[in-house]
């Protein structure tokens, strides 16, 4: 059975920094390619950064580049998101996602509110 877990959601000041973390059980990530979703409340679902297989190939929504970073450990089974100069517009729900052939596998959520 395929899992995905995301954590290093939390309460953050503008300005402030926050790691995300997701870590598979039951499917090797090094083989696939792997994103960070997050959704707003009452806004739709938007991809907010994209790593490849190999990790060298990354895109971000314009809206996060420079601010945002995603990283993979494929050792760990684990992908990142490096989030800093955080902005209230940030806050969200973080959810990690990959896909094996036609099936999509999605994160429970990991819960960011950037707020002073």
């Known amino acids: 059975q395929v899992q995905l877990v995301e954590s290093g959601g939390g309460l953050v000041q503008p300005g402030g920094t926050l790691e995300l973390s997701c870590t598979a059980s039951g499917l090797a990530l090094r083989w696939h390619n792997l994103r960070w979703y997050r959704q707003a409340p009452g806004k739709e679902r938007e991809l907010v950064a994209s790593?490849?297989?190999?990790?060298?190939?990354?895109n971000y929504a314009d809206s996060v580049k420079g601010r945002f970073t995603i990283s993979r450990d494929n050792g760990k089974n684990t992908v990142y998101l490096q989030m800093s100069s955080l902005k209230p517009e940030d806050t969200a729900v973080y959810s990690c996602?990959?896909?094996?052939?036609?099936?999509?596998?999605w994160g429970q959520g990991t819960q960011v509110t950037v707020s002073s």
């Open positions: 790593i490849g297989i190999l990790g060298g190939v990354t």
């Open positions: 996602n990959t896909n094996l052939g036609s099936v999509a596998y």
